[in-house]
């Protein structure tokens, strides 16, 4: 099942992608304010770029984490209290959760 339907016969999954991307946006902003003193503070052309991309790839990778915490958070809510909103195949559950499904790796999704 396609993502379009998958968010169309399961309210989750459209719950789940909103919450991921009110949760980037906020903290999108914050690493960009932080960028930008960053960029206010220190001189050095090639010191300024190391500390910024030092600090970016801290950012998304403890950020992928935590999409991933909120994924399964929602998901096993769900199984446990709304247990017939999920889907009762296995590859669409699994997408639900941002694993393996029927199109593949979709982790950032």
């Not at 906020?26 to 503070?41: N, S």
């Not at 699994?94 to 499904?101: D, S």
């Amino acid at each position: 099942m396609s993502f379009d339907e998958l968010s169309t016969k399961y309210p989750i999954f459209k719950l789940r992608n909103n919450l991921i991307d009110l949760e980037r946006g906020i903290t999108d902003k914050f690493l960009g304010r932080v960028l930008t003193i960053i960029d206010a503070t220190i001189a050095d052309k090639e010191q300024r770029k190391a500390i910024k991309d030092l600090i970016k790839n801290e950012y998304y990778r403890d950020g992928l984490d935590f999409n991933q915490v909120c994924k399964d958070t929602l998901y096993f809510f769900f199984e446990d209290y709304f247990p017939n909103a999920l889907p009762d195949n296995k590859d669409d559950r699994a997408a639900i959760r941002g694993m393996e499904g029927p199109q593949g790796s979709i982790n950032n999704n």
